[in-house]
């Protein structure tokens, strides 16, 4: 069973950058689509970004369109999201997931925290 363990999450000031990983076990990245998303407090899990498995394309949330990247190692079993530019509203709880697919609140990892403060 595909798990995941997110990492590299902090607090950071409006302007400033994070890169995340999502590092996989139990299974090769290489046949999955893996989706982050983020859970803000009182809010709605949104869907961020969708990470195609062959070519490396994504899609993204018009939200973070142009200021997020992600990209895959298949090597090292690993997805990252860059952010930069980061927002006060991009703070929240961001988890990464297979198949682009909500992560439910059982099956999700423990995510990373990201705080956008000055």
């Known amino acids: 069973q595909l798990k995941f363990v997110e990492s590299g999450g902090g607090l950071v000031q409006p302007g400033g950058s994070l890169r995340l990983s999502c590092a996989a076990s139990?299974?090769?990245?290489?046949?999955?689509?893996i989706g982050w998303f983020r859970q803000a407090p009182g809010k709605e899990l949104e869907g961020v970004s969708c990470i195609s498995t062959s070519d490396g394309s994504a899609d993204y949330a018009d939200s973070v369109r142009g200021r997020f990247t992600s990209s895959r190692d298949n090597a090292k079993n690993t997805v990252y999201l860059q952010m930069n530019s980061l927002k006060p509203e991009d703070t929240a709880v961001y988890y990464c997931?297979?198949?682009?697919?909500?992560?439910?609140?059982?099956?999700r990892g423990q995510g990373t925290q990201v705080t956008v403060s000055s």
């Open positions: 997931a297979a198949n682009c697919v909500p992560p439910s609140t059982d099956s």
């Open positions: 139990g299974s090769t990245l290489d046949y999955y689509t």
